[in-house]
């Protein structure tokens, strides 16, 4: 029988690989396991949830019915504070950073960057969704209540980054700057399991995400790249194709596997894009990156960028090698003239 690894096994291991771990990192990463483990939990019955919430304001449980990004929220801040190991976080549903001023946290060595469920306008019609996290050594001293500065830090200085897709089935996808492992949930031991280790993105890639509703406010090198990927190619036939969800981590983990790009530029009305940079762009260039793929803003490298604000956002290329070379090119020329 083949070896299983759960995802604390692997934590473990490869803690043994870094002379100066104390295991405080492998605690917290223990305890987004849990929390992603809970989120799935009510994830997985959303629909059930909503047609029994329906007789009521109680669910199932008898609780009054949360939405599920809070729920995901709240359960992800609960975890982060019970390891003792993270001092502050950054949440997409919080307009400021929540501080954990108290006990063990307020010595937490690590800040926490996510998005607690991204994509979650698409639960009702059952479409994948995913949770996306970032992870950084505080700046401030221990002991002191950590500071928004604390969060200003470029994407090059993540410790960690990762991503949960509750679709087909569960998978957490995380690099702590060591290659990029996939561990697919077995819900009969509930556990996350080794699935998918040292993941490599295609340096090359077919596929070409993008929202072309918005087609009339893209810069004219976006609308020059979506008209070459749709032209013919006399060698290989009809060489791309169109892939696009709308929920981030099912984007770009599609394209992570197969090879690909994900672009989501900036735009006449909105000249900053719509993705976070904090704990969306950053997270998932960092793993782009460690896969072996590049991510920018069309100009400048993700991970390179200062933040300014913990919700700024930023335009968003990201993907094969290959894939994200050819649209700069086009972006330089066309943008320019
Ligand atoms: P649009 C989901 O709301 C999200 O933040 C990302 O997950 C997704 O990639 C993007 O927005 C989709 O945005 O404008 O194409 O619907």
Request: hydrophobic share 35%; glycine share 10%.
């Amino acid at each position: 029988m083949n070896k299983v690894t759960t995802l604390n096994q692997f934590i473990i291991e490869q803690q043994a690989h870094v002379p100066q771990a104390t295991g405080g990192f492998s605690g917290l990463l223990h305890h987004v396991g849990i929390a992603a483990k809970k989120v799935n939990r009510e994830v997985n019955k959303a629909g059930l949830v909503d047609i029994l919430g329906r007789a009521g304001v109680e669910n199932i449980q008898g609780e009054d019915q949360q939405k599920l990004d809070v729920y995901a929220n709240e359960t992800f801040i609960g975890e982060l504070k019970a390891s003792g190991e993270c001092c502050a976080v950054a949440s997409e549903e919080n307009q400021d950073i929540i501080v954990f001023d108290e006990g063990l946290s307020r010595d937490g060595k690590y800040i926490f960057c996510m998005d607690p469920l991204d994509g979650s306008s698409n639960i009702d019609v059952n479409v994948s969704i995913g949770t996306i996290f970032s992870v950084y050594r505080r700046k401030s001293p221990l002991g002191e209540v950590a500071k928004l500065d604390d969060f200003l830090q470029k994407g090059c200085k993540q410790v960690a980054a990762g991503y949960v897709i509750y679709g087909s089935s569960t998978m957490l996808v995380y690099t702590a700057g060591n290659g990029v492992n996939g561990f697919t949930l077995d819900p009969s031991i509930g556990e996350f399991c080794l699935s998918h280790p040292d993941i490599k993105t295609p340096e090359d890639g077919t596929i070409y995400s993008i929202n072309e509703g918005n087609y009339e406010k893209f810069p004219v090198g976006v609308k020059k790249y979506i008209k070459y990927c749709q032209e013919t190619d006399k060698k290989t036939d009809r060489p791309y194709t169109s892939r696009y969800i709308g929920s981030l981590v099912a984007d770009f983990h599609r394209n992570l596997l197969k090879g690909g790009i994900f672009i989501y530029p900036e735009t006449k009305t909105h000249p900053n894009g719509k993705l976070r940079l904090l704990y969306e762009c950053n997270p998932i260039a960092f793993i782009a990156e460690q896969a072996g793929g590049v991510a920018s803003d069309g100009e400048r490298r993700i991970l390179e960028l200062m933040p300014e604000s913990i919700h700024q956002r930023i335009p968003f290329y990201v993907g094969s090698k290959n894939m994200m070379r050819k649209i700069t090119e086009f972006l330089k020329f066309f943008n320019n003239i």
